[in-house]
């Protein structure tokens, strides 16, 4: 292959035939020579230092050379799968010292690790049942032991089919036909050298097949780079393009409704509401769409924050829409908005300000006579706020001048949903996402500074401290004091919500969380786990606490999203106004529910919700004069990896600190597009949190190159490139924001 020389479209089958080719596209779905570069290393196997099997430190990563003495297979009774245990006998060492390695649904081990085989393998030193073992190590077959290369071994994300040494050995093929000639590099030569970053086609060489560990990761850091520079650009553009549309600047007035309303309120602003207030206040001044993130912790006041900016608009003879992700979240915008106006929320009834405007709820159970009211007063420009859900998205919702949006944790809406509400505007309209706890996509928009960002950490004055505790349910007794508890908050006349991962066991619910990819039982040490009973719902529950003497006399409601709107409405009002004293809910009351008697959350099966939806449901309590307590209740032995996600929430109330966590567990996301999962990520190396520096450097030689008098058209292969990993999809949602 050394007379060839390829560039990224070549494909595949000519590099590696048909066979070949066809089984890396089954297992990767990679076509051509540029996608399979592409296909980094996710770490490296160090050879420098070998151990020796009777030398091994417990607890630390080590790498041996061994060759294999017998294999085991047997079923796991937890799960479905089975379990491979590999001895194997020291190759190196002077005392031919055993050594046991277990693989959990070991395919490519069973099909390597045969009797006799030698292979270098590399692991953490762990004890189980009184002998040392290493649980699911990465390795790499050698002819003998004295074969071991000096050079760091790629180890590549792989499948059973398409292990790590035949795609080294494809990598090998390619490399041998890859140069500078076929992959130019086009980041400009000055940020290179400024960056110290090696040329593309190095940095190919260089990742795939490193002479030490520092050049593999040196590699990593250019691609690294060259994604951040790739997005930053991407993103600059998209500003550039945003602030290039015409938007309807919205002034107000002196003596208008905002000014009428502020001297109602009967409390004093926080520095936070102040702040974000005139940084969107600003922005609505401005000829170009605003386009701001609000983010605040639980309860900080940003409804108040994007009320006055509501009022703002329409004294400049806009409206306004809030768009919530559920009915109740909706109906109780739809509430406090309401009550926060007063007189000035009445236009059209009777003592209603002469300043008033008219505040309308939309959702998908409205009747068609109060549906008819509701469009008639928004395509005449009648109502000034519309609240609603995903109904305002409907093709009969029109607008007389809608002037700004705001989107209510903006994580529960796709990309095309929100620019569905924007394109009911006659001009592109300001917009204004709010989000309590930042989800990995948000964070990572916000550290790559595409967004404008008001950050309001204060709480207003009069919210109580909330405590968090982790409930072990294995313990007998704990689960006695989980009720007692619960009970002594009723006795004192305060009220308490019960929140349950399922509505029933026979169905997915629209409301309930997704059960996470890492919830499978296995104890500390990778074995089995003991079995933990099923996932606890809110009809089981709902029977539980009826069956219990310490509730008798006590109202309990259920609320989840099968019951109809009615259903709903009776009981938030039974437990809003204190009739109920237990809400057995799902995650239907994650965001907006307010009611300051509620001192107690009990989260049951807490591993079933992500640190986000932990931190929001807390949310829910310490709203009023009394302390709030949150009881998060788990059947899974402190070793398990979801554990770790709990332990995080029950150890800070900070949002901003779990975000992070949260960002670290889950991956950015898809960055560039709708996906809000981290499974999906369209950045193959850069890390948000890890490589925040990089991310800054990116962005100052990208908005070097956007200011620059030519901008992008200085440098057509970067303009090329930019436009190549943008796709049409990518682009499109750029565009739109």
Excluded at 203 to 220: D, F, K, N, T, V
Excluded at 514 to 527: C, F, I, R, Y
Excluded at 706 to 717: A, K, N, R
């Amino acid at each position: 292959m050394d007379d060839l020389d390829f560039v990224a479209t070549t494909p595949l089958e000519r590099v590696l035939g048909g066979a070949t080719a066809k089984k890396v596209q089954q297992a990767f779905g990679y076509e051509t020579v540029g996608q399979m570069l592409g296909h980094f290393p996710r770490r490296y196997m160090e050879v420098g230092e070998l151990s020796n099997i009777s030398e091994l430190p417990i607890g630390e990563e080590v790498t041996i050379v061994a060759q294999v003495e017998s294999i085991n297979q047997r079923r796991m009774h937890s799960r479905s799968g089975f379990l491979l245990q590999v001895a194997v006998r020291d190759a190196l060492g002077p005392e031919q010292s055993m050594l046991k390695m277990t693989f959990f649904n070991g395919y490519e081990a069973k099909r390597d690790l045969q009797v006799g085989a030698t292979a270098m393998f590399s692991g953490k030193v762990t004890v189980y049942q009184n002998h040392l073992e290493l649980t699911h190590p990465e390795y790499s077959l050698l002819e003998a032991a004295e074969e071991a290369d000096p050079r760091p071994i790629p180890i590549y994300p792989a499948t059973a089919k398409f292990p790590n040494k035949k795609i080294r050995d494809v990598m090998s093929l390619i490399m041998a036909g890859t140069n500078e000639k076929g992959f130019p590099d086009f980041i400009p030569e000055t940020v290179l050298k400024k960056q110290h970053l090696s040329p593309r086609a190095t940095a190919y060489a260089e990742i795939h097949g490193p002479e030490s560990l520092a050049q593999g990761y040196a590699a990593r850091k250019r691609f690294a780079f060259e994604e951040a520079f790739l997005l930053q650009l991407a993103l600059l553009q998209r500003r550039a393009h945003r602030r290039q549309q015409p938007a309807i600047a919205r002034a107000g007035r002196s003596d208008g409704l905002l000014a009428a309303f502020e001297q109602t309120l009967p409390y004093t602003l926080t520095e936070g509401q102040i702040q974000a207030g005139i940084e969107i206040a600003e922005d609505l001044l401005r000829g170009h769409p605003m386009n701001r993130l609000l983010q605040g912790e639980v309860g900080s006041g940003k409804t108040l924050v994007a009320l006055r900016a509501m009022l703002q608009v329409i004294d400049s003879g806009g409206q306004t829409a809030l768009l919530a992700p559920t009915e109740v979240l909706a109906q109780q915008h739809h509430q406090s908005i309401r009550k926060l106006l007063g007189d000035l929320g009445k236009l059209g009834e009777l003592g209603a300000d002469p300043l008033a405007t008219r505040v309308d709820l939309l959702t998908g159970s409205a009747s068609a006579g109060e549906r008819k009211r509701v469009l008639l007063g928004a395509a005449s420009g009648e109502t000034g706020i519309l609240v609603g859900t995903h109904a305002l998205l409907s093709d009969v919702v029109s607008f007389a001048d809608l002037g700004l949006v705001v989107v209510d944790e903006q994580h529960r809406f796709g990309v095309e949903q929100r620019d569905l509400l924007r394109s009911k505007a006659e001009n592109p309209p300001h917009m204004l996402v709010m989000t309590a706890t930042p989800i990995p996509r948000t964070v990572a928009m916000t550290v790559f500074g595409d967004l404008e960002v008001s950050l309001m950490k204060s709480l207003p004055p009069g919210r109580a401290p909330i405590s968090t505790h982790l409930v072990p349910l294995q313990l007998p007794h704990m689960q006695t004091r989980l009720f007692s508890r619960m009970a002594e908050e009723v006795a004192k006349g305060h009220q308490v919500y019960v929140v349950c991962p399922r509505i029933t066991e026979t169905a997915v619910e629209d409301d309930a969380p997704p059960v996470l990819a890492d919830q499978l039982e296995t104890n500390g040490s990778g074995g089995p786990a003991a079995a933990k009973p099923a996932s606890m719902t809110v009809e089981k529950m709902m029977d539980l606490l009826a069956s219990m003497p310490v509730f008798a006399g006590t109202e309990i409601r259920q609320l989840h999203g099968r019951m109809s709107s009615e259903e709903k409405a009776a009981a938030m009002g039974a437990f809003d106004s204190g009739r109920a004293s237990i809400l057995v809910s799902t995650t239907v009351i994650e965001v907006g529910v307010d009611v300051h008697n509620a001192t107690l959350m009990v989260i049951v099966d807490a591993e079933n919700f992500g640190i986000s939806q932990l931190h929001q449901l807390r949310g829910r309590i310490g709203r009023g004069l009394h302390p709030g307590t949150c009881l998060m209740t788990t059947w899974l032995d402190a070793e398990h990896p979801s554990v770790s996600r709990l332990r995080a929430v029950e150890s800070t109330t900070d949002g901003f600190l779990l975000a992070e966590s949260d960002l670290q567990e889950r991956r950015e996301g898809d960055i560039l597009g709708a996906s809000q999962s981290g499974s999906r990520s369209t950045l193959k190396v850069l890390r948000v949190i890890k490589d925040s520096k990089l991310i800054a450097r990116a962005r100052d030689a990208a908005e070097q190159i956007i200011e620059s008098s030519q901008g992008l058209d200085t440098y057509p292969l970067l303009s090329k490139a930019v436009e190549d990993w943008v796709d049409e999809d990518m682009q499109a949602f750029l565009e739109r924001g």
